[in-house]
C-alpha cells in the first residue's frame, strides 16, 4: 500500500509565489486597528533584519506605541471608573510595565519619547486610574537626559497640584537647577520633611551653617514626621562634640512613638548618670504610647503589676481570629496574676445567652479553651472548670452550632454533663 503524502501548506504556497508588494500590503492589511500584532511584527523584523540606529530607534519607539495602543482602551475606562476589575488592573499594569522596560533599554527616539509622555501625563494629571506609581516611572523612563527632565518638571508644575509640584521640585534639584528648586521649595514649608529637605540641599551644597539654620528653624516650627529632620541635626551635635544637644534630640526621636525597641535604643546610648536624668521623663512620656508598647515596657522593667493594670483595662481583642500581641502578654502574666488573667480571658466570651453566627462562636471556642487553661492548668481547680463549663453546656443546650464547635476546640467539652 502507497504512503500518503501529507497535503501540502497552502498558505506556505501562496505565501512563496507572492511579490514582495504583495506581501507588504499583506502585512499592512493585517496590523490595522490590530495593535498587538503590528508590535508582533516589528519585535520578529527587529530581530532578523539588520537596519540602521535610527530606524532600530523608531522600531522600538513603534513597539512603545503599540504597548500604548493597547492598554489605552482599559486604561481610559479606569480613568473614567476610577478603577475597574483586578484582571484589568493587571492588564493595564503589565503592559505599562513593558512600556517602562523598553524605555530602560535607551534606545528609543525621542519623537517617540515624547509622543508617549504626551499620552501619559493626562492620565497622570487625572490620577483617577488606580495607576499612578506605573505612570509616573514610565514618565521619568522616557527621559533621557536633563532635557527631557525639566520638559516633565515644567508639566508636573503646570499641573498646579501640591504632589506634582513636589515632583518637579525633586527633578529641579536632580538636574542642578538651583533657582527653580528654591523658588518651588520655599513655596511650600510645613513639615518636618521640608525643613529636612532644604537642609539637606544646603548642605549638599557647601553651605553649612545655612542649613544648621533652616534645620533648627523646622525643629521650631515643623509638623507632622520629624524623624529625618532630628536624626541630620543629631548626627551634626554628635559629630560637633555636643553631647546634651545630641541626647536631647535622640530622647525626643525615641519618645516620639515611644516602642519598647525606642525605649532599649536611647537607654543604651546612656550612661548611668544620663539615663537617671531622663528617665523619668521617660516614663511621663510613657502614658502616650500605645497600650501594647507600654505593657512591654514595664515588662522589660519587671514592673509586672503595671503591665497587668493595662491589661486589665483594656478590651480583650475579639476582632482577630489570631492572638495578637495583648494575648502573648497576657500568657507571660498568667502564673503572676492567674485570676486577674483569667477574668480578661473570660472577658472575650462576650455575652454566652445570646445567638450568634458559627464563626463567633469558633471564636468564642478558643477562648474558651484558654478559660479551660486557666482554671485547670494555671489554678489547678478542675472541680470549678467543671462547674462554670457545665452551666454554659445547660445555657446553650439549643445551639447546636455553638456545641459543635466548642466539642471541636475546648478539651473535654462533649463529656460534660
Same mark, same amino acid.
Given at each position: 500500500?502507497?504512503? +500518503?503524502? /501529507? ?25 490595522? $486597528? ?25 522600531? &522600538? ?21 476610577? #478603577?475597574?476589575?483586578? !484582571?484589568?488592573?493587571? =492588564?493595564?499594569?503589565? *503592559? ?30 487625572? #490620577? ?8 509616573? &516611572? ?10 527631557? *527632565? ?15 509640584? $513636589? ?8 538636574? #542642578? ?5 528654591? !523658588? ?5 514649608? !510645613? ?14 551644597? #557647601? ?23 532630628? +536624626? ?25 512613638? *515611644? ?36 505593657? /512591654?515596657?514595664?515588662? =522589660?522593667?519587671? &514592673? ?14 475579639? @476582632? ?7 494575648? +502573648? ?27 450568634? !453566627? ?25 472541680? +470549678? ?5 457545665? /452551666? ?20 473535654? @467539652?462533649?463529656?460534660?454533663?
Amino acid at each position: 500500500m502507497a504512503k +500518503r503524502q /501529507k497535503p501540502t501548506d497552502a498558505l506556505n504556497e501562496l505565501l512563496a509565489v507572492a511579490s514582495p508588494e504583495q506581501l507588504t500590503d499583506l502585512i499592512r492589511q493585517l496590523t490595522i $486597528g490590530r495593535p498587538d500584532v503590528r508590535r508582533e511584527c516589528f519585535e520578529f523584523l527587529k530581530s532578523q533584519v539588520q537596519v540602521s540606529k535610527a530606524l532600530k530607534g523608531k522600531s &522600538e519607539g513603534e513597539i512603545v506605541l503599540t504597548l500604548w495602543s493597547e492598554l489605552l482602551p482599559d486604561l481610559d475606562e479606569l480613568d473614567s471608573y476610577g #478603577g475597574g476589575s483586578y !484582571t484589568d488592573e493587571e =492588564h493595564v499594569f503589565g *503592559l505599562l510595565d513593558q512600556i517602562r522596560e523598553q524605555l530602560n533599554s535607551k534606545k528609543v527616539a525621542a519623537e517617540y519619547r515624547q509622543e508617549i509622555l504626551s499620552q501619559v501625563l493626562p492620565f497622570i494629571k487625572s #490620577g483617577n486610574a488606580g495607576m499612578d506609581d506605573m505612570l509616573y &516611572e514610565v514618565a521619568y523612563a522616557a527621559c533621557y537626559d536633563n532635557a527631557d *527632565l525639566r520638559g516633565l518638571a515644567k508639566a508636573f508644575e503646570a499641573m498646579k497640584d501640591e504632589w506634582k509640584v $513636589g515632583r518637579a521640585r525633586d527633578i529641579y534639584r536632580r538636574i #542642578g537647577d538651583r533657582d527653580k528648586y528654591l !523658588t518651588l521649595r520655599h513655596h511650600s514649608m !510645613t513639615y518636618g520633611g521640608d525643613y529636612h529637605d532644604l537642609a539637606t540641599f544646603y548642605w549638599q551644597s #557647601g553651605e553649612k551653617e545655612k542649613a544648621l539654620e533652616v534645620a533648627e528653624q523646622g525643629l521650631r516650627k515643623g509638623k507632622g514626621r520629624m524623624d529625618e529632620l532630628r +536624626r541630620f541635626v543629631a548626627d551634626r551635635a554628635e559629630a560637633a562634640g555636643d553631647r546634651d544637644k545630641y541626647l536631647a534630640l535622640e530622647f525626643d526621636q525615641a519618645t516620639d512613638g *515611644l516602642t519598647l525597641a525606642s525605649y532599649k535604643a536611647f537607654k543604651k546610648l546612656c550612661t548611668k548618670a544620663e539615663w537617671t536624668q531622663f528617665e523619668p521623663e521617660m516614663l511621663s512620656r510613657m502614658k502616650n504610647a500605645p497600650d501594647t508598647e507600654q505593657m /512591654k515596657i514595664r515588662l =522589660h522593667r519587671r &514592673e509586672h503589676e503595671e503591665a497587668v493594670a493595662i491589661l486589665v483595662e483594656g478590651q480583650y481583642p475579639t @476582632w482577630s481570629w489570631h492572638d495578637g500581641e495583648e494575648i +502573648r502578654i497576657a500568657k507571660k502574666l498568667e502564673k503572676r496574676y492567674p485570676e486577674e488573667i483569667l477574668n480578661y480571658y473570660r472577658s472575650g466570651l462576650g455575652n454566652l445567652t445570646v445567638s450568634a !453566627t458559627r464563626k463567633e462562636y469558633a471564636r468564642k471556642a478558643r477562648v474558651m479553651a484558654k478559660v479551660r487553661h486557666m482554671l485547670v492548668e494555671v489554678l489547678g481547680d478542675e472541680a +470549678r472548670w467543671i462547674r462554670y463549663a457545665e /452551666k454554659v453546656r445547660k445555657d446553650n443546650a439549643k445551639r447546636p452550632a455553638l456545641q459543635e464547635e466548642f466539642v471541636a476546640l475546648v478539651p473535654g @467539652w462533649s463529656e460534660l454533663k
